[in-house]
């Protein structure tokens, strides 16, 4: 159980960052519930979460905003009094080929994947230390562990997270705080709706199970990481992906 732990879900106001931050909630945590856009979706969460029973608050930040994301973090620290898990989910796609793929596309992927991540991390990360505890999960994906043609900006980013989450863990590691990746496989979610049919039947027939994964799958996989079980784990990357990866 997470019972009166302060959680903050980035991009929580749907897909897997949705349904993290129920999860975490259903296990006890306070969820900060972040979203960029979407305010009645994260609104809508937080219902959710107190209908059930739990607690938390919607909160505006864009993520890829070094100050934003410090002035997020702060207003998190000084109302609630502290930050026990950090979950890095925010990300986009700009997919396209390399010859094609505009400086914009790779900017704005890397700055909102990776960056926001980091500035998360590094506004939160204080709080955590004098805390002498914390857990740090930060979603990466298979893309990022085997590339993905059409994805070089994408994957860039989520092999980046993978060296800062290892690196990030090293650090912190004596300190209490562990740091790990979660690199999801193909998972149902908006973000995957828009890929053409065939696409989605080339994805599918890659992956050993044969099927997509639901947000629920990541969900548990973050809730473990989460958990004072998982106290003895760092600088790991946990691939849900029905098999894609191994
Ligand atoms: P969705 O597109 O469904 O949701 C993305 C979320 O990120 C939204 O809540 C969105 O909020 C938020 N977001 C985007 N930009 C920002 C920003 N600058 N600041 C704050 N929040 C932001 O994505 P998924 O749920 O599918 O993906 C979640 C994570 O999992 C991503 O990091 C993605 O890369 C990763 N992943 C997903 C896979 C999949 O198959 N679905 C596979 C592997 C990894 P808003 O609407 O308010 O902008």
Redesign the pocket.
Known sequence: MLTDKVAVV????????REIAKTLAGEGALVIV?????AQRADQVVREIKEAGGRGEAVQ????DFEKAREFMEYVIKTYGRVDILVN????TRDGLLMRMSEEDFDSVVR??LK?AFNCMRHGARQMIKQKSGRIIN?S??SGVLGNAGQVNYASSKAGIIGMTKSAAREMASRGITVNAIA????N????AVLPDGVKEGAAAQIPMKVFGEPKDVAAAAAFLASDEARYITGQVLCVDGGMAM
């Open positions: 980035t991009g929580a106001s749907r897909g897997i960052g972040n979203y960029n856009g979407s930040c864009d993520v890829s989910n925010a990300g986009i909102t994947n926001g979603i994906s298979v999801p496989g193909f998972i979610t908006e973000m995957t």
